[in-house]
């Protein structure tokens, strides 16, 4: 079975510095998906950004990157210029693509406050 | 992408009653999910909802209390049946078309007295 793993349960950052949040995962399928979800007080689900495993080249968008070890099975998240709306749970998420049904496996969340 | 909705957005509910969640997307979606949220946690897979026939639960849950339906490719409903305090909980549906895109609803926050 895949597992997801978040190991900072908390982290904080000043406003315009950078951050650096830990996913680790276990799988056998050789192609997969990965994704980091924000989730803020909102409770609204909010896709940051998105990892084809078959694609070595690391994924971006805007302030956000990931850092891609498949053979290390671990996908960081990058927050470059912290902003105050950054504020929020930061959820790592796994989906298969061996025949799957398709669902997100999640991480148990890293919570990340941005400080003025 | 794809815009999902969810009615109610919250509801205080008396213990031994049931509630019908919403869930609709502006766009057909070939997959649907639902999600429990419980306080302070991550999100644990309920069930996929399926098109036209029965919806597949996960370990853990079943059908009696969570009753699922899904008529088309953009609307589904899940009820939460005999409700306790532990179900207590923030419900979330999502959708997508593909194992690229999953896009989830506000949620529905339900406290049950």
């Known amino acids: 079975a895949q597992t997801v793993t978040q190991s900072q349960p908390e982290m904080s950052v000043q406003e315009a510095e950078t951050v650096t949040l830990s996913c680790t995962y276990d799988t056998s399928e050789n192609n997969y998906y990965l994704f980091w979800y924000k989730q803020p007080p909102s409770r609204q689900m909010i896709l940051v950004i998105r990892?084809?495993?078959?694609?070595?080249q690391n994924a971006t968008e805007n302030r956000f990157s990931v850092n891609f070890q498949k053979a290390a099975k671990s996908f960081s998240l990058k927050i470059s210029d912290s902003q105050l709306g950054d504020t929020a749970m930061y959820f790592c998420?796994?989906?298969?693509?061996?025949?799957?049904?398709?669902?997100?496996?999640f991480g148990k969340g890293t919570k990340l406050s941005v400080k003025p | 992408s794809a815009v999902i909705s969810q009615k109610p957005s919250r509801d205080i509910c008396q213990r031994g009653t049931s509630l019908t969640i919403q869930c609709q997307v502006d766009s057909q979606v070939t997959m649907m999910f639902w999600y429990r949220q419980q306080p302070g946690q991550s999100l644990t897979l309920i069930a996929t909802?399926?098109?036209?026939?029965?919806?597949?639960?996960e370990s853990g849950f079943v059908i009696d209390k969570f009753p699922i339906s899904r008529p088309n490719l953009t609307f589904s409903t899940l009820t939460v049946s005999n409700m306790s305090p532990e179900d207590s909980s923030i419900y979330l549906c999502?959708?997508?078309?593909?194992?690229?895109?999953?896009?989830f609803g506000p949620g529905t926050r339900l406290t049950v007295t």
């Open positions: 998420a796994f989906r298969g693509d061996g025949g799957s049904q398709g669902n997100l496996i």
């Open positions: 909802a399926n098109q036209g026939s029965e919806a597949t639960y």
């Open positions: 999502s959708g997508g078309t593909n194992s690229y895109e999953q896009y």
């Open positions: 990892q084809e495993a078959y694609k070595q």
